[in-house]
């Protein structure tokens, strides 16, 4: 299998249109057309990490954090990104990143925590907007079958929990072919007059050119009329971080205890707890103070995230307990997270995990 079938897939969960402007997810050394040999997963793309994928016989290593953020002026052995650069290069091991476009979808980093501590009714803490838009056609009524099954199979018509979502709407339509034309019904140089249907459905934005892909080999016409739609609207399952509700409300000092024993915590950093009972929680790995206002917002009574500064601790203002648990710490389970996407789609595949504990965060207690 080619490296490519693989990530091909896993894009179809994270699809890298979904990260952040600054971000450099994707392929970062490597040829996708290379047959896969294994593939291991890691939270970080160290030189030690690359050459236990090596040592291990797997030459993708996908991982959560870009080892190359920003433009490269020289690949210097004298850095610990040069050296996992040259590492990559010399033992042919092609390293992907899945890092905020896996962050911004529910299935991906916040889902997977919002998992751990069992939390219910979980949607984005921030959700995205501008990742969908509609598309218009028209059909004759005798198609119609034929063009809706081709592009729904191509993604379009996915409204939440629902799919195969459409909109039809019965009129007359009519056109006139000229000459050089080859029109499937009517003769050049008569206006014909068809029963049609106006379909309309949204879809996610990175799927467009599949989908207008379907519509066009599916449709009957020589030239397929259709119309396409920016949208406003926002999407659950879509956004920064990640809230939810526990089954049952936990005092502040018992779900501190429950976190700190599920992420395996030496210490959490946290603002005064406010003498209240824990019931909706939101979370986000990684860098999370920019989404502090959202979790106000949302109503949470706890938000947990990492890399909070000390001004930044204040803004939580007597609203919510916020808990900066650390970066690596909040990320850790990333790594069983891309284990199982990739074992699901691929049973029959070798797939490891790094043994490698990359955080270089450490506590004297």
């Known amino acids: 299998m080619k490296l490519s079938s693989i ?3 896993l894009e179809t969960i994270a ?41 291990k016989g797997c030459n993708l290593l996908v991982v959560h954090h870009p080892i190359i953020f920003s433009g490269l002026k020289r690949i ?19 390293i992907y990143a899945m890092h905020t476009n896996l962050d911004n979808v529910i299935e991906g980093v916040n889902g997977k925590i919002a998992s751990l501590l069992n939390l219910r009714q979980v949607v984005s803490l921030r959700k995205r907007e501008g990742v969908l838009r509609q598309l218009v056609t028209y059909v004759p009524k005798a198609h119609l079958d034929q063009v809706r099954n ?4 191509a993604g379009a018509g996915h409204v939440g929990l629902y799919d195969e979502c459409g909109f039809y709407l019965s ?22 007059y068809e029963d049609e249907v106006r379909m309309e459905c949204v879809y996610f934005q990175h799927k467009e050119a599949e989908i207008l892909s379907a519509l066009k080999t599916a449709h009957p016409y020589e030239e397929v009329a259709y119309q396409l739609f920016d949208l406003p609207n926002s999407v659950n399952s879509i956004g920064s971080g990640a809230v939810g509700e526990l089954e049952e409300a936990i005092n502040e000092k018992d779900i501190l205890l ?14 005064p707890l406010l003498g209240k009972k824990v019931r909706k929680i939101a ?3 990684g860098v999370g103070s920019f989404l502090i206002k959202d979790a106000i917002r949302a109503g949470a009574d706890l938000y947990i995230t990492s890399d909070v500064k000390y001004h930044e601790f204040f803004d939580a203002d007597g609203h919510l307990v916020l808990a900066d648990i650390g970066h690596f710490e909040s990320e850790q389970f990333t790594i069983q997270l891309l284990f199982d996407l990739l074992i699901e789609k691929f049973p029959n595949f070798a797939v490891l995990k790094s043994g490698l504990k990359t955080n270089p965060i450490q506590y004297f207690i």
Not at 80 to 91: E, Q, T
Not at 150 to 153: A, M, P, R, Y
């Open 171 to 192: 009129g007359t339509g009519s056109f006139r072919a000229n000459e050089g034309a080859d029109p499937f019904i009517g003769k050049i140089g008569e206006r014909h």
């Open 150 to 153: 081709s592009i729904f199979n």
């Open 258 to 271: 429950k976190i700190k024993e599920i992420f395996g915590l030496e210490v959490i950093r946290h603002t």
């Open 76 to 94: 210097d052995p004298g850095n610990y990104v040069g050296r996992a650069v040259i590492a990559a290069i010399k033992h042919d091991v092609a």
């Open 283 to 285: 979370v986000c790995g």
């Open 7 to 9: 990530i091909n897939v």
């Open 15 to 55: 699809p890298l249109s979904f990260q952040e402007t600054y971000d450099n997810s994707g392929w970062l050394t490597g040829d996708p057309s290379w047959d896969c040999k294994g593939i291991m997963v890691s939270l970080d793309a160290t030189e030690d990490v690359v050459m236990d994928a090596f040592s």
